[in-house]
């Protein structure tokens, strides 16, 4: 079936630090790969996404790579800021699965000054 | 975006009552919702999918008694723990699928005791 693996948290920065929040999953054919974050007391937003291999999603300076090679979504970011203090959450979407969405464990991000 | 808003986001019940969870789309009509439910350091997990009008569909080894569906007009679906216990204590999320794009509300905690 299809699963999600991403890095445990919580993960500690200092502002302006680079920030690499690794994903990786298992699935047939050619899911479409997800980034969401959840903000404190908020529910899950879209951050970026990536329906085909070598695709990159970017957003708030946020980046990932659609890696088919390496069944692998992994996050960046150059610069971490206090405000991007939150839970991040990989997922993917199976080809002619519908809506359904699957989700990997969720990693807290904390950045402090 | 479109707007999800989930209703409590925090409740504590006592063992053997039943709570209900809302969820409404605020801005848009959404025919199929979808509940998911996480517990502490693993995924979202998805439980069922609330058809409009029509009976829900339950991932494998979801209790269908146990966890109630109503998706009674387009903007609002509703999901009821009955009898619960504590083992039912976990936080729930609604989604609702807009141009292809899941939107999310805010959770709720519940807290069996």
């Known amino acids: 079936g299809n699963s999600v693996t991403q890095m445990e948290g919580p993960v500690t920065l200092s502002e302006e630090a680079f920030l690499t929040i690794n994903c990786t999953y298992t699935a047939t054919g050619y899911p479409s790969l997800f980034w969401y974050v959840q903000y404190p007391g908020e529910g899950l937003q879209l951050l970026l996404k990536a329906t085909k291999a070598d695709d990159k999603g970017s957003n708030k300076g946020f980046e990932a790579t659609y890696r088919k090679e390496t069944t692998s979504f992994h996050l960046e970011k150059g610069s971490v800021q206090v405000s991007d203090s939150a839970v991040y959450f990989c997922?993917?979407?199976?080809?002619?699965?519908?809506?359904?969405?699957?989700f990997g464990t969720g990693t807290q991000l904390k950045v402090e000054l | 975006g479109a707007v999800v808003s989930q209703h409590p986001s925090r409740v504590i019940c006592k063992s053997g009552t039943s709570v209900k969870i809302e969820c409404r789309s605020l801005?848009?009509?959404?025919?199929?919702m979808f509940w998911y439910r996480q517990f502490p350091k693993q995924s979202l997990m998805l439980m069922a999918t609330?058809?409009?009008?029509?009976?829900?569909?339950?991932e494998q080894g979801v209790e269908k008694d146990k966890f109630l569906i109503n998706h009674a007009s387009l903007t609002l679906s509703t999901l009821t723990v009955t009898s619960a216990h504590p083992e039912d204590s976990s936080f729930y999320i609604c989604?609702?699928?807009?141009?292809?794009?899941?939107?999310f509300g805010q959770g709720t905690r519940l807290t069996v005791v």
């Open positions: 609330s058809n409009e009008g029509s009976k829900a569909t339950y």
């Open positions: 997922a993917l979407k199976r080809a002619g699965g519908g809506n359904k969405l699957t």
């Open positions: 989604s609702a699928t807009q141009q292809g794009e899941a939107f």
């Open positions: 801005d848009f009509q959404a025919t199929t």
